[in-house]
């Protein structure tokens, strides 16, 4: 009873070390261990009562293939029985045996397997039978034996194994009890535990990672770690398909982990700046929100670096200033990117370049001494020079327009008066809706009546002028005072001169 209670208490204290772990079961180099055994004899005698054998057994096995392995083992042991009379035997055995082992599949943290064999048996019987066989017996021999039985590993760790396992010994020899009834050959049955140590293969993944053993040692890795850096990327997957470094999170020292490179950014694990824009790409996703895939993030013609370091544009918006033009244009022209109105002119550069042509540095384009906003406001040309002067006119206010003459006597034009009735037309041009009266005037030779029609002939054809230029008849009014209203005296040549005269009066805006 004391054998049981020791052997009951090492199961236990074998059994609290049960963790769950993949010990590995199988793609190992070698296992070796110790088994304790309880023997019980299969022989000729009864076995009353029973009395507790042991044997101890060491072993050698090696991984043949992933189900089967060759184990090469010996141990030392007792078999005690009973004889027929009732007398105590007791011999000593020494098994030494090659077996194959089968274990063709493994459940978690449990690998059941099978064996069978064959080996050699010494056996020497130390106390004899009280009544010797009437057969003639030897004490003592070498014979083959064949074990077989099954088992089960249970992992108490990576590299340990608690083994438990059953089987039988058919010996070639009927004399391990010193008596033969040349009937059959003696055997016994064994059951035991131990512990068995693994010791891994060069070519191993016990990790499972895509590596051998023998290739995460040379790299540094940890075998028993699927991801040594941790940055969510298996071993066999930096190494054989990424090139990345599987002891370093961030194999490119970017900031951005390895991880997030490959599935969050879809950046170049092995490259600090994947789109070669002089940004990393870390300050790419974390300071400036750009592209990190993309030199040209807002596809505006201008790197992202340029844009951030040398023109300090946004480098997601292709237009930064909203003017029309892109940052890329801008630059292009020496136009200010950032503002969306470079000469101050009133005209954003998009509208200057894109829709008038005008000159965004300047603003006044034409030279004209007006600018190109006035310009286009009112009507005129902001490219051309000659509209730029206007009248600047009050309502009821007559303007005379000194230089517009005509033939003695007549309602011809003078080539002369174009310039200034060019001036009358760009003031008409630039303020659409208003509208004027053309008063014509003579001085007060020869008779009332005809000074009257030919004021109002020359008042026709100054009204007749402006239309032929295309302001719509509509808007103008002529009219013909004659002598009334002199500015002048007429008693005098340049009196007269004066008096002979058109003016141009606002009437409405």
Do not use: C
Not at 7 to 13: A, R, V
Request: net charge negative.
């Amino acid at each position: 009873m004391k054998g049981k209670k020791i052997w009951l208490m090492i199961l236990t204290l074998l059994l609290t070390f049960v963790t769950v772990s993949n010990a590995q079961f199988h793609d190992y180099q070698i296992k070796y261990g110790i088994q304790p055994h309880f023997l019980m004899e299969s022989s000729e005698f009864s076995i009353h009562p029973y009395q507790p054998t042991f044997l101890g057994r060491g072993f050698f096995r090696y991984e043949l293939s992933y189900a089967l392995a060759a184990e090469l083992g010996a141990g030392y042991g007792t078999l005690n029985t009973f004889d027929f009379t009732g007398a105590y035997t007791s011999t000593d055995i020494v098994p030494v045996d090659f077996r194959f082992v089968l274990s063709p599949f493994s459940i978690k943290d449990f690998n059941p397997y099978f064996y069978g064999g064959i080996g050699m048996l010494r056996w020497s019987v130390d106390t004899k039978p009280a009544v010797a066989s009437p057969n003639a017996v030897e004490s003592a021999g070498w014979d083959a034996f064949v074990p077989f039985g099954a088992g089960i590993e249970i992992a108490l760790s990576d590299n340990v194994l608690l083994d438990i396992s059953g089987g039988y010994n058919a010996t070639f020899t009927d004399d391990l009890n010193f008596y033969n009834n040349n009937a059959s050959n003696d055997g016994y049955f064994n059951f035991g535990f131990g512990l068995t140590f693994v010791s891994e293969s060069g070519s191993s993944d016990k990790d499972g990672d895509g590596l051998t053993r023998d290739e995460e040692l040379k790299l540094g890795t940890d075998p028993n770690k699927a991801d040594t850096d941790g940055d969510g990327i298996s071993d066999g997957a930096e190494v054989k398909k990424y090139n990345s470094d599987p002891l370093k999170a961030d194999s490119d020292g970017d900031g951005l982990t390895d991880s997030d490179e490959l599935n969050k950014y879809h950046t170049n694990l092995n490259k600090t700046d994947s789109d070669g824009d002089g940004l990393s790409d870390f300050d790419e996703v974390n300071k400036y929100k750009t592209n990190p895939n993309a030199a040209d993030s807002d596809n505006d013609g201008l790197s992202d670096s340029k844009e951030i370091h040398e023109y300090k544009t946004d480098a997601n918006k292709a237009d930064s200033d909203g003017d029309g033009l892109n940052d890329a244009t801008e630059v292009k022209l020496n136009t200010n990117p950032l503002n969306p109105d470079t000469d101050g002119d009133g005209l954003s550069d998009g509208t200057e370049v894109n829709k008038y042509k005008t000159n965004p540095l300047k603003k006044d384009t034409d030279g004209g001494t007006t600018d190109d906003k006035t310009e286009v406001d009112r009507g005129t040309n902001p490219l051309d020079p000659k509209d730029d002067v206007v009248l600047e006119i009050k309502k009821d206010t007559p303007i005379v327009l000194n230089g517009v003459t005509f033939e003695t006597g007549k309602a011809d034009i003078t080539a002369q008066s174009e310039s200034i009735l060019e001036r009358v037309y760009n003031t008409l041009n630039a303020y659409p809706n208003m509208k004027v009266e053309i008063r014509g005037y003579t001085d007060n030779t020869g008779r009332a009546s005809s000074n009257l029609r030919l004021s109002q002939k020359r008042a026709d054809a100054v009204k007749n002028w402006l239309v032929a230029k295309g302001i719509d008849a509509s808007r103008i009014t002529a009219k013909g005072y004659g002598e009334a209203n002199p500015i002048a005296d007429n008693s005098t040549a340049e009196g007269r001169r004066l008096n002979r005269r058109i003016e141009f009066v606002k009437i409405s805006d």
